[in-house]
């Protein structure tokens, strides 16, 4: 069959679920793995035909994307911050915006050394992974309350060749003992229940509830959390960096100036939603 045939079988079995680019750039994904073809290659092979047992792998994967699995589960791998993320069912896949947190940190701390950086809620570990990469003479602690996403993360900094002690431990009960640190960051679970209905079915069917989802009642239970743990454990000046649910900015901005924070700050994504705070102990 020609590349450009099973572009359409893409178009045809996904177009009831994603609009055209996100069609486009599934496609390119998919091809890239492959076949290793970049974007300029797959338009100048689109009139070659594909070997049988390509095709046939192309197929498989198209009848999992049309079953809403995420591309990211799918092809077991994606990229966060120019690094490979092996990404399964275990943990949250990796995302652009949280790569905007990470490049804060990176930013604002390029001339500093040996810094002693927490990531709380670590999944996939990615944020953990790209901070050690980004500054090797640092000590990177990373906790989660899952077993099975702490094994992912292991995985992911064997991978990605970084040293990180990962630690099963829950914000929201903490019993491990730990150093003073001089940044947090976290992207906890922040999605109220109510909001699972403007979810895609990608995301409610396949990604882990307890990384995504908070009860209404008290959506803001693991900022409360970290400020808490903040307190204690950050070291004077030390910085928080936290992703936001873009609805919640303002509630999160009034917690953390109560608990006593200072030069609280709320960011925008790429789409201009506030969706990051950065605050100084």
Do not use: W
Not at 39 to 56: A, F, R, S, V, Y
Not at 131 to 155: G, R, V
Not at 196 to 206: C, D, S, V
Not at 216 to 235: C, E, H, S, T, V
């Amino acid at each position: 069959m020609l590349l450009s045939a099973i572009q359409s079988v893409f178009h045809s079995k996904l177009h009831p679920l994603y609009p055209k680019q996100e069609i486009d750039n599934v496609f390119k994904l998919v091809v890239d793995d492959l076949l290793n073809y970049s974007k300029i290659e797959i338009h100048q092979n689109l009139h070659k035909n594909i070997l049988p047992e390509t095709e046939k792998k192309m197929q498989i994967i198209l009848e999992r994307l049309a079953n809403a699995e995420p591309i990211q589960y799918v092809l077991g791998r994606t990229e966060f911050y120019g690094l490979s993320i092996s990404t399964d069912k275990r943990a949250l896949i990796p995302r652009p915006e949280t790569e905007i947190l990470v490049d804060s940190v990176v930013k604002e701390h390029a001339s500093k050394n040996n810094l002693n950086i927490l990531d709380i809620g670590t999944g996939s570990g990615c944020i953990a992974i790209a901070l050690a990469k980004s500054f090797p003479d640092c000590h990177i602690t990373a906790i989660d309350n899952s077993k099975e996403a702490l094994d992912l993360a292991q995985i992911n900094a064997k991978l990605n060749t970084v040293e990180i002690d990962f630690i099963y431990d829950d914000i929201l009960d903490p019993h491990a003992d730990y150093a003073l640190f001089d940044i947090l960051i976290s992207n906890p679970p922040y999605a109220r229940n109510s909001e699972k209905q403007y979810m895609h079915k990608n995301i409610l069917e396949f990604e882990p509830e307890n990384a995504l989802y908070v009860k209404d009642d008290d959506p803001l239970i693991f900022y409360r959390a970290i400020a808490g743990f903040g307190k204690k454990l950050l070291n004077p000046q030390g910085s928080i960096y936290l992703e936001l649910n873009e609805f919640l900015g303002k509630e999160i901005e009034e917690l953390y100036s109560i608990s006593g924070y200072r030069e609280i700050k709320l960011s925008k994504d790429l789409n201009q939603k506030y969706r990051y705070l950065t605050a100084r102990k």
